[in-house]
């Protein structure tokens, strides 16, 4: 470890030093704004005030309270958005002591101090989705971050985010489970397994309502079924409290896990891997389900052997609303990089690239509200780029959260200026 890592390590996690004070106004002039949602401004500005967008456009005039930022002519980008991510986990990804755990919360196992979030901010990544891992058909609940790195742990998650819980179907399930004598050990069992817990939540719900229904009618001698949290939170699945999100490859099983979503009466929200979904995407289009996808990985396991670098460009032309995501701590500080291999296969535009990384993920997340895009009232979560953002050359040099700088790469420290006091 070099005398410079060393030193940053102790900075991280060792010093506590009062941040700098910074104004609630701030304009960034003379950019390339690649908006991912109303084009590409010339020569464009963005108007920061109190952690929002206020302003984007041509002509606007800095007030005179603003800090101004001339970006000479460099790109602005919104912050990149990682739809499916196991940083900052550790080892607690998976529960994998049953199939079936919804209850099991990823804020419990979110260490905040992990340098993944740095790396992930260093490469533009201002939000991330982190979720439980694939070992069981029914995983636990995610939690949503910003890459605040050097915040507190309260500081970095993101606020009201929706809730979203991990399935996961396939190879993985069968595969852990199988090799203890456990059910699941095949495709049939995996899908037994599943239909098998939403059933008992069918019945603890209806337990519950008729509880309910008899304390409205005064009767005082009713008793409360128990309280499960396991069925409580197979009970919002099924209420629509939980976007669905389900690690899924396989064309068949796209379909299956579709169909069982109606059977029950949830929806699924995104698939993620899904890289047979070009085989299916106007059955994805037509019930409105995103995909959260790698850019060209394929061949790695029996689940990817028909899986084509052009998967995301043939879903998104059939209407489907496709991400690029990393899966990886190490995509993670490049995915504006994977985001542009969908140029190179299937000849996706500039805007088409973008917002896999951008508002597409966002709208995975269910944040597409507040961040994902340049637009007046959103977040003001920004990157400046040394260099063409949809390519090797492309590398953040301010990255903008909410309004406050979190990485900067002229600063010393490997661009590190954010350490508060007491958080």
């Not at 995996?190 to 008729?210: P, S």
């Not at 790698?294 to 052009?310: C, L, Q």
């Not at 993670?332 to 500039?350: C, D, F, M, P, V």
Request: glycine share 8%.
């Amino acid at each position: 470890m070099t005398k410079r890592l060393i030193v940053l390590c102790a900075l991280c996690f060792c010093v506590r030093a009062q941040q700098t004070s910074q104004p609630n106004e701030i304009v960034i002039s003379n950019a390339v704004i690649m908006t991912a949602s109303h084009g590409t401004i010339q020569k464009g500005s963005v108007y920061i005030k109190d952690g929002k967008i206020a302003g984007v456009g041509k002509s606007l005039i800095a007030p005179a309270s603003a800090r101004v930022i001339d970006a000479g002519g460099k790109f602005v980008t919104p912050g990149i958005i990682d739809s499916h991510s196991h940083i900052a986990l550790d080892n607690d990804v998976n529960e994998a002591t049953s199939p079936i755990t919804p209850q099991m919360m990823m804020i419990d196992a979110f260490d905040y101090q992990d340098k993944a979030i740095y790396r992930g901010l260093a490469g533009g990544v201002t939000t991330s989705l982190l979720l439980h891992g694939s070992a069981n058909m029914i995983g636990g609940q995610a939690v949503v971050i910003k890459h605040k790195y050097g915040r507190g742990r309260d500081a970095m998650l993101f606020p009201n985010a929706p809730r979203s819980i991990k399935f996961a179907s396939g190879e993985n399930p069968k595969r852990v489970y199988g090799r203890r004598d456990q059910l699941p050990s095949t495709r049939m069992g995996n899908f037994e397994v599943q239909r098998e817990a939403l059933v008992q939540a069918q019945e603890y719900l209806r337990d519950w309502n008729q509880y309910n229904d008899k304390l409205k009618r005064g009767d005082k001698d009713v008793t409360a079924p128990k309280r499960d949290l396991k069925m409580e939170a197979l009970g919002d699945v099924l209420r629509g409290k939980l976007l669905v999100q389900i690690h899924c490859y396989r064309a068949d099983e796209l379909l299956t896990e579709m169909e069982m979503a109606k059977d029950f009466g949830y929806k699924v929200r995104a698939f993620h891997h899904a890289l047979e979904a070009y085989k299916v995407a106007d059955q994805l289009a037509a019930q409105n389900v995103g995909i959260a996808t790698f850019s060209d990985w394929w061949g790695f396991k029996n689940e990817a052997w028909d899986a084509i670098p052009w998967n995301a460009v043939i879903s998104m032309r059939k209407g489907v609303k496709v991400a690029i995501k990393s899966d990886s701590e190490d995509f993670a500080r490049r995915l504006n990089q994977e985001a542009a291999k969908t140029i190179r296969y299937g000849g996706a535009s500039e805007d088409e690239a973008l917002k896999m990384i951008t508002i597409n993920p966002a709208w995975i997340i269910g944040v597409d509200d507040r961040v994902g895009s340049i637009d007046v009232g959103k977040d003001a979560d920004l990157v400046i780029w040394e260099g063409y953002p949809l390519s090797s050359y492309g590398l953040p040099d301010k990255v903008f959260i909410d309004g406050e700088v979190y990485f900067d790469r002229s600063l010393p420290g490997l661009g590190m200026p954010h350490y508060k006091e007491g958080e």
